[in-house]
């Protein structure tokens, strides 16, 4: 047992993307939300047991000689264009494939190549190292050990979970050995030869600022890029800040980010069910992008069409939120179902599901509608199509979400839907050997676990 070393505890919810998956990747507006359903990191610090690394991902335990990675940090090669400019702030300064091809030349000294765990080590040594090369703290070896509550490759976003969790977890690592160093108080924590970045350091944290996450979340997107290419930013951002987030919103303002995360949500409840189609995010992406070269303007046809129907189901999705100025067809579906307006405000969830209710004839449409546009483009499957088909018997509305091609498809139930409907619907599901949950969503993003039962 190591007497006084640092030992914490990581999480960071899965999401489900509501609508957009694909055409957020061209640019169009989308919207996804954290669900309670989280991946769990442990770190623990050991400086006198054993001179190793451990990770335990997925399982499988490898071990990796300190030396080496130490080795690796210290490579004096440049990796990041101007160095000069360079801090743990940003990553995207990096070259990129330089130092990815650097890691899985290391990584595959050990792990064979094209497996679940090669991608994930090389994104955990993407982390490790790359964010303790530019910084001035006195590494020791450690152990990792993750575990999900997510089913991994399956459209929830296992693998943005995992990355703002190893990069939460390093970050976290960072400000607590600098802090052992420097004390309490704003320090510059950068290596010498980099540019400076100043952090807020204490003995405790609990949690993760505004600004901890913006540096989280960039670092959370690189490793998005080793497991899927050029992936849209949505993913790892939900992860990262929880709750829900849109991308690409309209009326962006120049230099704004595309990225916005939401404080405010309305209740959204959901039938989660797994057609148990294993695939591959990366691959459904490419597939997506190689269809559009072969015909371009057709198949930019369809994710316009994609475009168009996100925004309408997030214009009147947002339109409900708690306070949030009615729309003029919420004002019209206020008229229609009479209920009183006091002043300005409206009258909180009650008024919301009334308006949901109202709506959701609307937002079922929508749902159908961008559900056949990704058949389409070829990213739905048999299965998928059967739970589309299975709800649409009791009167209810699904679409898969995520990459699809397999995975998760979602259906929306609307706050009026009687219970004994969801429990039917429910049942022919599970007969049909789905796996089907009762969902509310909506969850906290990346945070420290004091919980002690964990791991
Ligand atoms: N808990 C975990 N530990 C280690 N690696 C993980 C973990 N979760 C996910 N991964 C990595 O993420 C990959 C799966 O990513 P993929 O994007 O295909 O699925 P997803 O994230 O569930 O789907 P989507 O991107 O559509 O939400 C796995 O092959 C594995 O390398
Ligand atoms: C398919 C996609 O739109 C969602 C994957 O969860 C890809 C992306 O946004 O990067």
Redesign the pocket.
């Known amino acids: 047992m190591d007497h006084g070393c640092l030992s914490f505890s990581i999480s960071a919810p899965g999401?489900i993307i509501l609508i957009g998956e694909h055409s957020v990747v061209y640019n169009k507006q989308g919207l996804a939300s954290a669900i309670d359903k989280r991946?769990y990191l442990h770190f623990k610090e050991h400086r006198l047991a054993h001179d190793q690394i451990t990770y335990n991902?997925?399982n499988k335990i490898t071990e990796w000689d300190f030396r080496s990675v130490y080795n690796l940090i210290t490579l004096d090669k440049p990796l990041a264009v101007g160095v000069k400019e360079f801090s743990i702030f940003t990553p995207e300064l990096f070259r990129h494939d330089e130092f990815v091809d650097l890691i899985q030349e290391f990584v595959n000294q050990k792990v064979e190549e094209g497996t679940?765990a090669y991608?994930?080590l090389v994104g955990l040594f993407y982390i490790v190292l790359g964010m303790l090369w530019c910084t001035d703290v006195n590494m020791t070896p450690f152990d990792i050990e993750?575990?999900?509550d997510?089913?991994?490759?399956?459209?929830?976003?296992?693998?943005?979970?995992?990355a703002a969790c190893i990069a939460g977890a390093v970050y976290h690592y960072i400000r607590l050995k600098a802090f052992e160093k420097h004390g309490a108080g704003e320090f510059n924590i950068s290596y010498e030869m980099f540019k400076p970045y100043k952090m807020t350091l204490s003995a405790h944290y609990c949690g993760f600022s505004e600004e901890d996450k913006e540096v989280i979340n960039k670092w959370a997107y690189c490793v998005e890029k080793i497991?899927?290419g050029s992936p849209s930013g949505l993913?790892n951002t939900v992860c990262v800040y929880g709750n829900a987030v849109l991308i690409n919103p309209l009326g962006r303002k120049e230099g704004e980010s595309n990225l916005r995360p939401l404080s405010n949500f309305p209740t959204v409840r959901i039938l989660l069910i797994n057609s148990g189609i294993p695939r591959?995010?990366?691959d459904v992406v490419r597939k997506v992008a190689d269809l559009k070269r072969s015909c371009p303007d057709a198949v930019g046809a369809v994710i316009n069409a994609m475009g168009v129907v996100a925004n309408e189901f997030i214009k009147n999705l947002m339109g409900i939120q708690d306070g949030a100025e009615p729309s003029p067809t919420q004002e019209e579906v206020f008229r229609q179902i009479e209920v009183t307006r006091l002043g300005t405000s409206w009258l909180g969830v009650l008024v919301c599901e009334s308006v949901f209710t109202s709506l959701s004839y609307l937002f079922q449409t929508l749902i159908d509608l961008q559900q056949g546009l990704l058949n389409t483009i070829g990213v739905s499957h048999p299965r998928l199509e059967e739970i589309c088909f299975i709800t649409a018997r009791r009167g209810l509305h699904s679409k898969l979400t995520?990459?699809g091609g397999g995975?998760y498809a979602f259906t929306l139930l609307p706050p009026d839907a009687s219970e004994e409907r969801v429990i039917q619907t429910t049942e022919d599901l599970r007969s049909a050997g789905f796996k089907v949950e009762d969902i509310v969503v909506n969850g906290e993003g990346i945070a420290i676990d004091f919980r002690k039962d964990v791991f």
């Open positions: 999401k991946t991902l997925l679940d991608k994930s993750m575990m999900t997510l089913t991994i490759g399956a459209g929830t976003g296992s693998s943005a979970s995992f497991m899927h993913d591959k995010t990366r995520g990459a995975g």
